[in-house]
């Protein structure tokens, strides 16, 4: 098939919606609900990103997309006991490599996941078919899929969840097009393999570049090849826990990804995995209370707890998060002023790649030096638009 005919554009007015293939076949086929234009949009970039992703590292890779930039991505780190409560996954429940990546995904920013379109990097098993099914999603891409895997998600949504497999051998054309306004774009799409290579040099005095800070700036910078420019992303334990995506400045980018990095550390403090939940709530609406309870704005604490919950005052916030280090930080360009990284230690930031090309790298790299962070400056430049 040449083409596929799709509900609707961006909104429901944008009719004549479809995808298409200039020679050949669409390397990708439906195998179950109607995808929308937004969709494919996701499910493309983001395949994009798991297969680069696991190519890079070896490891399993998934991905959680929301309007064309990746709200979480991992890779398949086991999961330690604090991360099964944060992420409501049981403490005898099995995940194979490739459900730990996409619970790790999911797992980085519920809040903005909610509604996702999910890529894995590999045929998708019955264990990752069950993660997905609880979940509130659009949609999955995948290369394949288990038979018990493919029944299970052909039956949510009372069979409108939209599964597609895509040829994992499609190699697209190197000229990419795009019109706007009647106007036709052409460019050579973004080949740069982001893999272990790319990591130097190290511009700063501290030359300390651990196995898991490697991994981390890894999954960084995969992810900020598919994330709407300009951005930022901060990781740990193999996955995303801050996307900054699509703001003006750099230091905005900085503070967006900070604060979710923030609250991804946030939830594993002892206050929060022992907030007494009403047993009715459900994984969204628990995610809704966590997300309000850090930011102090629970108006009627009976709405989500069985019990009176003392705040997390602010005091209680900073000790907490004083003590983080190990955070790994990627912009997709150069950082034009030390802000972003003043702001950046303050969320625990130890290991630093980008692109530089500053007027002021030396200010830059001062500003690491003072706070004893390791940067990489690899001349690799990241925009996507």
Request: charged letters at 20%; glycine letters at 8%; aromatic letters at 6%.
């Amino acid at each position: 098939m040449d083409h596929l005919d799709l509900k609707y554009g961006c909104n429901p007015n944008q009719g004549h919606a479809r995808i298409s293939m200039e020679v050949g076949d669409l390397p990708l086929q439906v195998l179950c609900g109607s995808p929308g234009y937004i969709n494919l949009l996701d499910a493309l970039n983001g395949w994009q990103l798991v297969s680069q992703l696991a190519e890079a590292t070896g490891l399993s890779a998934a991905a959680s997309f929301k309007h064309v930039s990746p709200a979480g991505a991992a890779v398949s780190l086991a999961l330690n006991e604090t991360e099964r409560r944060m992420y409501f996954i049981g403490e005898h429940e099995e995940l194979s490599p490739l459900a730990t990546a996409y619970v790790r995904a999911r797992g980085a920013d519920r809040m903005s996941s909610f509604g996702d379109f999910i890529s894995l990097s590999e045929r998708c098993d019955l264990q990752t078919a069950r993660i997905i099914k609880r979940e509130v999603s659009d949609g999955v891409i995948a290369p394949s899929y288990e038979p018990e895997a493919l029944a299970l998600l052909q039956k949510k949504k009372g069979g409108k969840y939209v599964v597609l497999q895509i040829d994992p051998s499609y190699e697209p054309p190197m000229l990419e097009m795009r019109s706007v306004y009647g106007i036709t774009f052409a460019q050579e799409r973004n080949t740069a393999v982001l893999d272990a290579s790319v990591l130097q040099p190290i511009v700063t005095q501290n030359k300390d570049l651990t196995e898991e800070a490697r991994l981390d700036l890894l999954v960084a910078l995969n992810a900020l090849k598919y994330t709407q420019s300009n951005s930022v992303c901060f990781a740990k334990r193999g996955q995303t826990i801050g996307v900054g995506a699509g703001q003006q400045s750099r230091i905005h980018c900085t503070r967006l990804a900070g604060e979710k990095a923030d609250a991804w550390h946030l939830r594993q403090s002892r206050q929060v995995l022992d907030l007494p939940f009403l047993p009715s709530l459900s994984r969204n609406e628990k995610d809704n209370a966590v997300e309000a309870y850090l930011r102090s704005e629970i108006q009627d604490p009976g709405l989500y707890f069985s019990e009176d919950v003392p705040p997390l005052t602010d005091q209680e916030k900073r000790g907490i998060l004083a003590s983080i280090t190990g955070v790994s930080l990627a912009s997709d360009a150069f950082f034009p002023f030390r802000d972003n990284i003043d702001r950046a230690t303050q969320s625990g930031v130890s290991n630093i790649v980008q692109s530089g090309g500053s007027l002021r790298d030396d200010a830059v790299i001062k500003a690491c030096d003072e706070h004893g962070i390791l940067m990489v400056c690899n001349a690799i430049r990241l925009f996507h638009h």
